[in-house]
């Protein structure tokens, strides 16, 4: 990035790189800006994100394209227009730290403001009547739930977009940040293999059904009594039949990290099944990240985990903290890549 003096206008001329003060990190109009044309990107405008399942490969290709340029341009002032005096309420029922600072600073970032509201849906009042309500008050809704149909129910109700930032299905704010990851560090999504270690759990899911649009070889390792959703698997693989991408369900690790480009692992055990941690940890022993298990990938393989971890369980330190990890990066990318989803649909 080019260091110049910020200027209060927005300024005309020809350099295309975001502009800021020496040595802060302030943000200032950068000329023939980068992101300027998102303001007339209207096909996602007032779309619901439930997940991964219900967006298109274009829309997929747009957000991943939008968020790579947001991260380049992330002093560039004219991302304060994509959400100015717009308010997105923030609806948790699961504790957070990722999903809660990444969408709260992308939406400072882009102009707007966030309200945090913590507790279970639908106990002091109804889900459908939580949907009517916010949607006369306010301009989008992201929910991080236990139920899916939360989200579902939500959006049934409001006329505004409704974003899952989590619920018991998907994850597709999380899967849309990791293939920015796998695409900045391979340069491409096409014919290169991402191998899933672990629980079929929301995240396998949103992971598996991005591959299958964009093109992605898909491997996913897991025991027999955990493995995806079936009505998920199948959706899947008719979407990789149209992508030409290849879907592999094994129980065998070494197999599907084989060979792989990226290599995934996410916690065995998630919220709201700490009662099956015991019995969760026993059956998937033989399916952590470690270096022997990696040794198997490619020697340029890139190690991803959605964050938290449980040092020692689904993936070592070694391998979590070794030269192969993107782990931050994806983490970083939360950020660009949910910028770009409230720039589309707000």
Not at 59 to 77: G, N, W
Request: a negative charge; hydrophobic letters at 40%.
């Amino acid at each position: 990035m080019i260091a110049i003096t910020a200027s209060p206008s927005k300024p005309s001329g020809n350099s295309q790189t975001p502009q800021t003060v020496a040595g802060s990190q302030r943000m200032a109009y950068a000329e023939n800006s980068i992101i300027e044309n998102v303001l007339n990107e209207h096909s996602m405008r007032g779309k619901d994100i439930i997940g991964i399942n219900e967006l298109t490969t274009e829309e997929l290709l747009l957000i991943l394209d939008v968020a790579a340029r947001l991260k380049i341009s992330k002093f560039d002032q004219t991302q304060t227009l994509f959400a100015k005096g717009q308010t997105l309420a923030m609806l948790f029922e699961k504790p957070s730290l990722r999903t809660r600072v990444t969408f709260e600073a992308g939406m400072t970032q882009l102009g707007g403001h966030a309200i945090y509201l913590e507790g279970k849906l639908g106990e002091r009042e109804s889900v459908p009547d939580i949907g009517q309500n916010l949607d006369r008050w306010i301009d989008g809704i992201m929910a991080r739930t236990f139920d899916h149909q939360t989200v579902i129910d939500l959006a049934a109700n409001a006329n505004i977009p409704v974003i899952n930032g989590l619920s018991d299905q998907e994850h597709p704010c999380q899967a849309l940040a990791d293939f920015q990851t796998i695409m900045e560090k391979k340069g491409t999504l096409k014919g290169i293999k991402l191998a899933y270690v672990g629980d079929a759990n929301n995240v396998a899911n949103s992971l598996m059904l991005a591959a299958a649009k964009l093109g992605t070889d898909f491997a996913i390792a897991c025991p027999p009594n955990y493995q995806p959703n079936a009505s998920i698997w199948v959706k899947a693989l008719a979407c990789a039949r149209e992508s030409g991408a290849t879907l592999t369900l094994t129980h065998d690790p070494v197999e599907a990290v084989s060979g792989a480009d990226a290599v995934y692992t996410d916690v065995w055990t998630s919220m709201g099944q700490q009662g099956e941690e015991e019995k969760r940890n026993k059956a998937f022993a033989g399916y952590q990240l470690n270096d022997a298990l990696i040794a198997h990938a490619k020697p340029d393989a890139i190690v991803m985990h959605c964050l938290p971890a449980h040092r020692g369980l689904e993936i070592t330190d070694s391998v979590i903290d070794g030269p192969q990890s993107v782990v931050f990066d994806q983490a970083e990318n939360r950020l660009h890549a949910q910028k770009a989803i409230l720039s589309l649909v707000l």
